[in-house]
């Protein structure tokens, strides 16, 4: 990939200012939206960063009035989006920035969409109707900007939190959640430690993965995943080895955003396993995500042998095969220093059953290609559990 060429405006899936440098189009981008006195949201360690600092000068130069909400948890909670609701109101903001990794993005999008609305937050869950409950007219402009090259939730229509009362991720749901304007600038994440790198980089695969493989119709979703995926092949293992790749960097920035525009067709066990392990543990989502990959990926097998056998070709492997891929994902999460097993995360035995009940009842379990009823989540658990293959 040239440099030369690291620079583009697209409006799929929303307006998306991509390239080197472009975040210090963030007052335009604002006023785009109309939005004149904007509340930052981002979490504590963005927070603190250089170049965290860098756009609050952007944002001074403009004359642009703003203040920032910080508090939010790696596994964000209701309340850090009630408390940042608080700071809207309070401070009489007309919009939002979403500034960090996936967490703060989630939590920003949140803040934006409850600004408007009475109910409480899990009111909204993503079950059945009830995001027609959400006042839409209520709802604030978001202005999103990623550090990390991940989760993609800059162009997603949902946020993800934890429900501290029973341990599980809850997923919340609206159409206009999605931010109006995405600036994607890979300067954001030249400094990204090689192993949140890693880690955030297989969370950004998997959605690419999981929604090429999962049930159902969708070649737009399909083709978007499959170059994403090539694009991580590219760039992952670069970036995690010189973090000042700037073209290993953009490629994983726009994998990313990819990968979460896919995945609108659906994901799968990676998702539905991971989501019960962090819910339970508070575990990193894109470490447990990428423990989870190869135990579900042979687990699938019988049902997605042909279709990775097409994207071990696109991706340019040494043979168009099943094997093959799976040995790329094998390679690659050991030459990130991702853990083998879930064990070695701290998930205890005495665990799996909890596990499966929870991974049985994740949104994201209903496309997996493969059903997964509880006898056969039980058996995936336990060998990613203990490092079995098959």
Not at 3 to 29: C, D, H, K, M
Not at 121 to 148: H, Q, S
Not at 275 to 301: K, S, W
Request: with cysteine; hydrophobic share 45%.
């Amino acid at each position: 990939m040239s440099e030369a060429i690291l620079a583009g405006n697209w409006n799929y899936p929303t307006s998306v200012r991509f390239g080197p440098g472009r975040v210090r189009e963030l007052p335009q981008a604002l006023a785009e939206l109309e939005i004149a006195k904007p509340l930052l949201v981002t979490d504590p360690v963005v927070a603190g960063l250089k170049a965290t600092a860098g756009i609050l000068d952007v944002l001074r130069t403009a004359r642009v009035p703003f203040r920032i909400f910080h508090d939010v948890k790696p596994n964000p909670v209701p309340k850090n989006v009630t408390d940042g609701v608080k700071a809207f109101r309070k401070g009489r903001h007309d919009g939002v920035i979403a500034l960090g990794g996936g967490s703060a993005l989630d939590a920003a999008k949140a803040v934006a969409m409850m600004a408007g609305q009475s109910r409480p937050l899990f009111d909204y869950e993503d079950v059945g109707d009830n995001w027609t409950r959400i006042k839409p007219a209520g709802m604030a402009p978001v202005v999103a900007i990623p550090t990390a090259a991940g989760t993609g939730s800059e162009v997603g229509r949902s946020s993800v939190f934890v429900d501290e009362r029973t341990h599980t991720k809850r997923i919340v749901f609206h159409p206009r959640m999605l931010p109006g304007k995405v600036i994607l600038d890979p300067q954001l994440t030249l400094d990204m430690p090689p192993k949140l790198t890693g880690a955030v980089g297989m969370d950004a695969l998997s959605h690419s993965l999981e929604a090429y493989c999962a049930t159902g119709f969708h070649p737009l979703a399909d083709g978007i995943a499959v170059e994403a995926m090539r694009l991580v092949r590219f760039g992952l293992a670069r970036a995690f080895k010189d973090g000042h790749d700037l073209a290993a960097r953009s490629a994983m920035m726009a994998a990313s955003a990819m990968g979460a525009t896919a995945f609108q067709k659906g994901l799968g066990a990676m998702h539905s396993v991971a989501h019960a392990v962090g819910g339970m543990f508070d575990t990193h989502h894109g470490t447990t995500i990428a423990v989870m990959m190869p135990y579900v990926l042979r687990f699938n097998r019988t049902a997605i042998d042909e279709r990775l056998a097409r994207a071990a070709g696109y991706l340019g492997l040494a043979r168009p095969t099943f094997a093959a891929f799976l040995a790329w994902i094998v390679g690659l999460r050991r030459k990130l220093g991702i853990p083998q097993k879930l064990a070695a995360l701290g998930v205890p035995a005495r665990a799996v059953p909890e596990l499966v009940e929870r991974a049985a009842a994740d949104p994201t379990a209903g496309t997996n290609p493969v059903p997964l009823d509880r006898k056969a989540l039980r058996g995936l658990i336990e060998r990613a559990m203990t490092g079995r293959m098959s």
